[in-house]
């Protein structure tokens, strides 16, 4: 048996197949079969309720400075400028580029920003990196000496 699977269809969504169950032996009239909709996971995209979210890794200096970057969505690559300051686990909002609702809509994508720090630094990286350091004008970890036990 063919089954067409809805737009808008999710992890636990129920389908009805009217009149291709059993037999009722009382009424002769044959039931109904309800599927369960079961999804593999996604390496790159998960659900979070109705929306779908995404991890994208950016460069230091793009979370600092800002950025256009590339991200896909279910529909291919859509730019995302990426606002100067971002924190790492900080999510954007592409609104209508996520998963398709049964009302013929879509819902909202996130992307959840990973700031994700080179492995491997040229000298020329390791120098800039270490004037950044010695010219730093705050702590990020200045409110932490307040806290007591």
Sequence with gaps: MEVRIPPGAKQGSRIRL????????????????????????????????????????????????????DVPTPDGLVTVNVPAGVRSGQSLRLRGKGWPDRKGGRGDQFVRMIISPPKNLSSEERSLYEKIRDARSQDPRSQLKQIKF
């Design 18 to 69: 009217r009149g291709k169950g059993q037999i009722n032996p009382y009424t002769q009239q044959p039931g109904d079969i309800y599927l369960v909709v079961s999804l593999l996971n996604h390496d790159f995209f998960q659900f979070e309720g109705d929306n779908l979210v995404c991890e994208v890794p950016i460069a230091p200096d793009e979370a600092v400075l800002g950025s256009k970057i």
